[in-house]
Nanobody, 128 residues
Framework: QVQLVESGGGLVQTGGSLRLSCASS????????MGWFRQAPGKEREFVTC????????RYADSVKGRFTISRDNAKNTVYLQMNTLKPEDTAVYYC?????????????????????WGQGTQVTVSS
């Protein structure tokens, strides 16, 4: 059973930066592709970014492309989300999630319904 714990959220001004971390335990982290999703008040949870098992493939939502960067350190069982040039519309609870990659190093998924494990979320608030 994979357990995911996010950290690094907080309050930041428009244009600022935050780095989220997601630590994994209880499973073979290097066997999972990872994703970040977010949910703003009154809205559905949405895809933000994902990264393949090897880290060689990444995808981003158009709304964050060029501002956010996902990375992973398989030795530390951790995935990161570097968020720069933050905007008020980035305010949301951010969740990391894991999907089994079937031993395919290039596997990734942008589909929320494919992810098997979820963290509890971390709040990001961007003030204007």
């Amino acid at each position: 059973q994979v357990q995911l714990v996010e950290s690094g959220g907080g309050l930041v001004q428009t244009g600022g930066s935050l780095r989220l971390s997601c630590a994994s335990s209880g499973g073979t982290f290097s066997g999972y592709a990872m994703g970040w999703f977010r949910q703003a008040p009154g809205k559905e949870r949405e895809f933000v970014t994902c990264i393949s098992l090897s880290g060689g493939n990444t995808r981003y939502a158009d709304s964050v492309k060029g501002r956010f960067t996902i990375s992973r350190d398989n030795a530390k069982n951790t995935v990161y989300l570097q968020m720069n040039t933050l905007k008020p519309e980035d305010t949301a609870v951010y969740y990391c999630a894991a999907v089994w990659a079937y031993y395919r190093s290039d596997y990734y998924s942008t589909r929320i319904d494919e992810y098997n494990y979820w963290g509890q979320g971390t709040q990001v608030t961007v003030s204007s």
